[in-house]
């Protein structure tokens, strides 16, 4: 099994930063990929970021590529996700998810996944 917890998201204004936090705990060999999804109201959950824990090879949505940062901490077990220059279309509940497996954007391949934190840009 594995936990994950997100914290760090909030109301910030369109053109700001938000950094967003992912406590992972568990099976270290189930979450080979660690990535980030987002799901504003009325729209599909979308893919925004993955890291593989043990290298850190990273991959980016198009829409966020330039913005958005992901990182992993392996002291902290965290899995983190920089975000600047924020949108409105930003605006979305942020996901954290843990795969044993290497397919970074389809989020049903994903088996955990946490709670979300809500992440609103004003404009």
């Known amino acids: 099994q594995v936990q994950l917890v997100e914290s760090g998201g909030g109301l910030v204004q369109a053109g700001g930063s938000l950094r967003v936090s992912c406590a992972a705990s568990?099976?270290?060999?189930?979450?080979?990929?660690m990535g980030w999804f987002r799901q504003a109201p009325g729209k599909e959950r979308e893919f925004v970021a993955a890291?593989?824990?043990?290298?850190?090879?990273?991959y980016y949505a198009d829409s966020v590529k330039g913005r958005f940062t992901i990182s992993r901490d392996f002291a902290k077990n965290t899995v983190d996700l920089q975000m600047n220059s924020l949108e409105p279309e930003d605006t979305a509940v942020y996901y954290c998810?843990?795969?044993?497996?290497?397919?970074?954007?389809?989020?049903?391949?994903?088996?955990?996944w946490g709670q979300g934190t809500q992440v609103t840009v004003s404009s």
């Open positions: 998810a843990a795969q044993a497996g290497y397919y970074y954007t389809d989020y049903h391949r994903y088996d955990y």
């Open positions: 568990g099976r270290t060999f189930s979450r080979n990929v």
């Open positions: 890291i593989t824990w043990s290298i850190g090879y990273t």
